[in-house]
C-alpha cells in the first residue's frame, strides 16, 4: 500500500537559518504530493502541492519539489522564522476521485529566536 | 466563506460509552473525509463520504462508523468506547469531484476515553 517516510524529529533551529524536512514515498500510481502545517491546537492547513512529476509547489518561502526519479518531496525554506514554528506533515493522495491521504509521521519545528 | 467546523470540541467519555461527533464541510463542498490523529499512529484515514454515500474505508473496526446528511454535513459514531480510542478527530471536506480536490480541515474534536 501507499506510504510516506518522514524526516524523523524534533528539528530545532535558529531564526534565518536553512530549513529541509525530507520526505519520500512509495505509491502504486502517480500520487499528488502535500505538505500541511500544524500549528499548537489548531488542525492542518494545506502549505503547498505539486500534482505531477517535477511539479515544484511554493508558498510562504517554503518550496518542495516532486522528483519522481527519487520518490521524494523535501520541504525547504531558506531562512526560517520562530513563527514558523509548528508540526509539518508529508503526504500522499492517489488521484482520480480518490480523497484518502496518507501522511508522515509529521516533523515538530521550533525556530528559536 | 466559514470553514470547516466541528463540534464538540471537546468530549470526556467512560471505557464502553458510544460517542457522536459532527463536522459541517464548507458550503459546496460534498466529501467530507475523517482522520484520527494519536501521538502513537499518527494520522490515519477513518473514512470518506460523498452525496451520502461511503466512498472509501480505511482500516479500522466496524466500532468506528459515519454517515453523511443531504446537506453534507456528516457525523461519526464510535461505539464501546476504548481507552485507546482517545485523539484528536479530524474531518476534512472537498468539493470531491474530480482528479485532485484541495482538502480543507477543521480544527478537530479532542475526545479523551477514561
Known amino acids: 500500500g501507499d506510504s510516506v517516510t518522514q524526516m524523523e524529529g524534533p528539528v530545532t533551529l535558529s531564526e534565518e537559518a536553512f530549513l529541509t524536512i525530507n520526505c519520500t514515498y512509495t505509491?502504486?500510481?502517480?500520487?499528488?504530493l502535500f505538505w500541511y502545517v500544524q500549528y499548537p491546537g489548531e488542525g492542518l492547513q494545506l502549505l503547498l502541492k505539486?500534482?505531477?512529476?517535477?511539479d515544484k509547489g511554493s508558498n510562504k518561502g517554503f518550496e518542495a519539489t516532486y522528483r519522481k526519479e527519487t520518490t521524494s518531496f523535501h520541504l525547504e525554506k531558506g531562512s526560517v522564522q520562530v513563527s514558523d514554528s509548528a508540526v509539518y506533515f508529508c503526504?500522499?493522495?492517489?488521484?482520480?476521485?480518490?480523497?484518502?491521504?496518507?501522511f508522515g509521521t509529521g516533523t515538530r519545528l521550533t525556530i528559536i529566536p | 466563506k466559514a470553514g470547516v467546523t466541528q463540534t464538540p470540541r471537546y468530549l470526556i467519555k467512560t471505557r464502553g460509552q458510544q460517542v457522536t461527533l459532527s463536522c459541517s464541510p464548507i458550503s459546496g463542498h460534498r466529501s467530507v473525509s475523517w482522520y484520527q490523529q494519536t501521538p502513537g499512529q499518527g494520522l490515519q484515514f477513518l473514512f470518506e463520504y460523498f452525496s451520502e454515500t461511503q466512498r472509501n474505508k480505511g482500516n479500522f473496526p466496524g466500532r468506528f462508523s459515519g454517515r453523511q446528511f443531504s446537506n453534507s454535513r456528516s457525523e461519526m459514531n464510535v461505539s464501546t468506547l476504548e481507552l485507546g480510542d482517545s485523539a484528536l478527530y479530524l474531518c476534512?471536506?472537498?468539493?470531491?469531484?474530480?482528479?485532485?480536490?484541495?482538502?480543507?480541515f477543521g480544527p478537530g474534536t479532542r475526545l479523551t476515553v477514561l
Open positions: 505539486a500534482t505531477k512529476a517535477d
Open positions: 505509491a502504486t500510481g502517480y500520487p499528488s
Open positions: 503526504a500522499l493522495s492517489e488521484n482520480f476521485g480518490n480523497e484518502k491521504l496518507t
Open positions: 476534512a471536506s472537498s468539493l470531491g469531484s474530480s482528479s485532485y480536490n484541495e482538502q480543507f
